[in-house]
């Protein structure tokens, strides 16, 4: 298998390039700007295969993998069966118990994505230290080009007081998630873990 593999690359050259998978079979689950999310059945068991769409978004894929191998072996990430870490291609095995779709929310609920926030929080992982400023001023700049110049100002203001506070606190960075958003939660059992490691770092407990 080549050192990285394209956006538009053909899933089923890259299945049968992956050792210890027999005869895969696969079809698309969800595919957008960011990438394809496909799922794969093999007489090994099911799957899903990541396929970033491009290599934006300032995010260092050796870094998510080596974070999300940690993740997987504490038993709060899915486990990596394969990855090209160049194209951020990935390989995990399918969580049964699907994406969190926990709407309303119960107290029990609250208290597995609890302990799930308190064991990632609590990890001593070797991650570097995000900047909140520089990556908030990043997404400050983007929304600058598509949006009409008075509706910026708003939102430059509540940016910059945003930077200023985060600025302003001094804490002892530990490891973050960073996207804990609803798509980003999937069942492993009865307990929730997370997928979608890209942007996890270390940063401030206030900021997680």
């Known amino acids: 298998m080549p050192a990285d593999i394209a956006p538009e690359a053909d899933p089923a050259t890259i299945l049968e390039a992956i050792p210890g998978l027999t005869a895969p079979q696969f079809r698309t ?6 990438g394809r999310v ?3 059945e093999a007489q090994e068991g099911w799957y899903v295969l990541r396929l970033p769409a491009h290599r934006g978004l300032g995010i260092n894929r050796e870094v998510e993998l080596a974070i999300h191998q940690a993740m997987a ?6 486990a990596v069966v394969w990855a ?5 291609a990935l390989l995990t ?4 118990g699907g994406v969190w779709r926990k709407d309303p929310c119960t107290g029990k609920d609250l208290e597995a994505l609890g302990r799930l926030l308190r064991r990632v929080h609590g990890l001593a992982v070797d991650a570097p230290r995000i900047s909140y400023e520089a990556r908030l001023k990043g997404y400050l700049a983007s929304a600058a080009t598509h949006f009409d110049p008075v ?4 939102l430059r203001s509540a940016v910059t007081d945003l930077v200023h506070y985060i600025l302003s606190t001094d804490e002892c960075p530990g490891l973050c998630h960073h996207d804990p958003l609803r798509p980003n939660i999937v069942c492993d059992k009865s307990e929730p873990i997370f997928i979608d490691w890209e942007y996890a770092a270390a940063g401030g407990s206030d900021n997680r």
Not at 93 to 96: L, T
Not at 151 to 154: D, E, L, N, Q, Y
């Open 29 to 34: 689950l969800k595919a957008s700007d960011l």
């Open 38 to 40: 496909i799922f794969v």
């Open 73 to 78: 072996a504490e038993g709060l990430a899915p």
């Open 84 to 88: 090209n870490p160049v194209s951020g």
């Open 93 to 96: 095995p399918w969580q049964r």
């Open 151 to 154: 509706a910026m100002v708003p």
